[in-house]
DNA sequence: TTCCTTGCAAACGATTTGCATTGGA
DNA sequence: TCCAATGCAAATCGTTTGCAAGGAA
């Protein structure tokens, strides 16, 4: 998707905030993985050319802009990836061994089965939902 | 709930681990809370008299022996709850804001369609799910 | 006596921040 | 020029662990 930088570039635009040479990298990173990544993960994936601390700047960043969203995994570390209004909706497998997250899309039908269980869970009103996350904890083949 | 201390003396028993004044005082803080508490929270539940560090070993003994299950939420803080086989299966309302976490349990039939769900998603045979967690993220009525 | 548990303090790992420097619009 | 971004080191925060003392079986 080469679109979607442009649609990040945008959005950053708006906020005085640069799509700096690092920043580009970050988010290819992001875009190439098939789920979220962690700090840690990201400066191995990036071949260590870019400090901790400002990998970390950047996904605050990236998160409070809301072109990255945070996933808190086993072990008490975050991972991030692109929001899903640059994705598209999905949720994930959770490997609780290694801690490994792997996106997963569901079929449009079951989604919609989703959709209102958590209607129907949120109908108290004192809640306000923004969204929902469903986690398939297991282990996954690597550990297995 | 006098049978859950009855199962959990039953569970701890079998494996040489005692159901200390401590361990039963934190057990009965989680069973009083109304959703997955912290080390520091259950720290201040309890009137600051038992220390973070026997908090956090009890914390482990309970996860590894399956009476406790943990919650990965927001900010790194990993949260602890009574085990499903002693609660009964449910989910959360989690708040991206605070990070509180709120039990709830959804209705039958549509708990059936969730597991449907699962079951369609992981059919590729190359993880193998141990259970699921619907998270529904939004605001709590306190940070609105 | 034999282990498990507890407390305190030190150690750790993930993440954040202060500060001086660099770089882009 | 002006402000955001970067790099390094030090600081924080949640959590873990070493070790010696206390307690139950």
């Not at 497998?93 to 869970?121: H, M």
């Amino acid at each position: 998707m080469a679109n979607t930088e442009q649609l990040i570039m945008q959005r950053l635009g708006e906020t005085g905030i640069r799509y700096s040479a690092g920043r580009k990298a970050l988010i290819r990173a992001l875009s190439k993985a098939d789920g979220p990544r962690s700090a840690a993960e990201l400066y191995e994936d990036l071949g260590r050319t870019i400090p901790l601390s400002s990998l970390y700047r950047s996904l605050a960043i990236l998160d409070k802009t809301e072109v990255l969203s945070p996933h808190h995994g086993v072990k008490g570390v975050t991972r991030y990836e692109l929001a899903e209004w640059l994705t598209g909706h999905h949720h994930h497998l959770v490997c609780i061994s290694c801690g490994t997250v792997d996106d997963i899309t569901p079929p449009p039908d079951l989604e919609a089965d989703l959709e209102s269980v958590v209607k129907s869970l949120t109908s108290s009103g004192r809640f306000f939902p923004r969204g929902h996350a469903l986690e398939i904890e297991g282990i996954c083949s690597e550990c297995a």
